[in-house]
């Protein structure tokens, strides 16, 4: 049984950066896509981001590009959601979410939530001055 465990969240004015982290525990990353999906408040769930086991391709919703980088450690089995920029509308819950693809070459990272297998509780972000 795969557990996913974020962290980092907490409130920052905006401009300002927090570095999510996804820690992974019951197997390592290999043959795991993890995405990074955020709730607003009275919004629905939204993809962020997302990257592949296979040859780490990588992928962002428009509105983050350019703001937020994802990245990988398979030796801490971690994967990381760096977010510069902050704005208010970034405000929501973050999750991370693993999908089983071991032959995935490209993540889509629009929602799909029932091709994801594991969700991780998910740690609140605030952009607020």
């Known amino acids: 049984q795969l557990q996913l465990v974020e962290s980092g969240g907490g409130l920052v004015q905006p401009g300002g950066s927090l570095r999510l982290s996804c820690a992974l525990s019951?197997?390592?990353?290999?043959?795991?896509?993890i995405n990074w999906v955020r709730q607003a408040p009275g919004k629905e769930r939204e993809g962020v981001s997302c990257?592949?086991?296979?040859?780490?391709?990588?992928n962002y919703t428009d509105s983050v590009k350019g703001r937020f980088t994802i990245s990988r450690d398979n030796n801490r089995k971690t994967v990381y959601l760096q977010i510069d920029s902050l704005k208010p509308e970034d405000t929501a819950v973050y999750y991370c979410?693993?999908?089983?693809?071991?032959?995935?070459?490209?993540?889509?990272?629009?929602?799909?939530?029932?091709?994801?297998?594991?969700w991780g509780q998910g740690t609140q972000v605030t952009v607020s001055a």
């Open positions: 979410a693993a999908e089983i693809a071991p032959h995935r070459d490209v993540c889509p990272v629009a929602l799909d939530e029932g091709s994801y297998d594991y």
């Open positions: 019951g197997f390592g990353l290999y043959g795991y896509t």
């Open positions: 990257i592949t086991s296979r040859n780490g391709n990588k």
